[in-house]
């Protein structure tokens, strides 16, 4: 995106280690301006005072795109400073991912995508339930009927129910937990191919 600040042009092209899913961290995107006619890349930074809103354009060079090694530096230091609107001031933050909502948005993703599993859950509880009160509403209670006509069922429900309520006070699950004879035999296993493994280079070796 280009924003024209007075007599400055400047570029934000996202930083691709920024992924919106899964992301690994929060990054600066890349700022440039240009001077005579070239891009070059800048640091920005972002000043208030007396309710006035300046943005300084700090240490531009030009940089290889593959290597990123330096090929030119314009100016050490500041290169210039433009007072700017709080609007300007603030998406230009924001487009940086420097601004506070940046933080809060990231903080959001990050949070759904460690939480991915428990969300799965429970739409797998939601969704059902979605579907059984919109059906009901539709059709006169009609899968509530059927379940009050089904002796079958209602055991199954109230299974459900009171296996739900125990496992409140003794969690239990239908996968096998491992055991300490398990472990034994895992380790032994272990060892049996570490030793066949080092015949083999012993073999292997003139």
């Not at 472990?183 to 032994?188: C, S």
């Amino acid at each position: 995106m280009i924003i024209n600040l007075k007599d400055i042009k400047l570029k934000i092209s996202k930083n691709e280690n920024n992924r919106f899913w899964n992301p690994i961290g929060q990054f600066w995107n890349i700022t440039e301006i240009i001077i005579n006619n070239k891009w070059y890349k800048c640091g920005l930074i972002f000043i208030k005072k007396n309710n006035k809103y300046y943005i300084q354009f700090n240490h531009p060079m030009r940089v290889e795109e593959k290597t990123n090694l330096i090929k030119e530096i314009f100016c050490e230091g500041i290169y210039k400073e433009i007072e700017t609107s709080k609007f300007k001031f603030n998406l230009i933050k924001y487009l940086e991912n420097t601004h506070y909502i940046n933080r809060y948005l990231y903080n959001i993703r990050k949070s759904i995508y460690d939480r991915k599993r428990t969300i799965l859950i429970f739409s797998l509880a939601l969704i059902p339930s979605a579907f059984f009160y919109t059906i009901n509403l539709k059709y006169d209670n009609m899968i509530i009927h059927l379940i009050a006509d089904n002796t079958w069922v209602q055991t199954l429900i109230f299974f459900i129910t009171i296996s739900g309520f125990i496992n409140i006070f003794h969690p239990f699950s239908i996968r096998k937990e491992i055991d300490k004879n398990d472990i034994q035999g895992i380790t032994k296993e272990t060892l049996k191919n570490e030793r066949e493994n080092e015949e083999i280079k012993k073999r292997s070796t003139f």
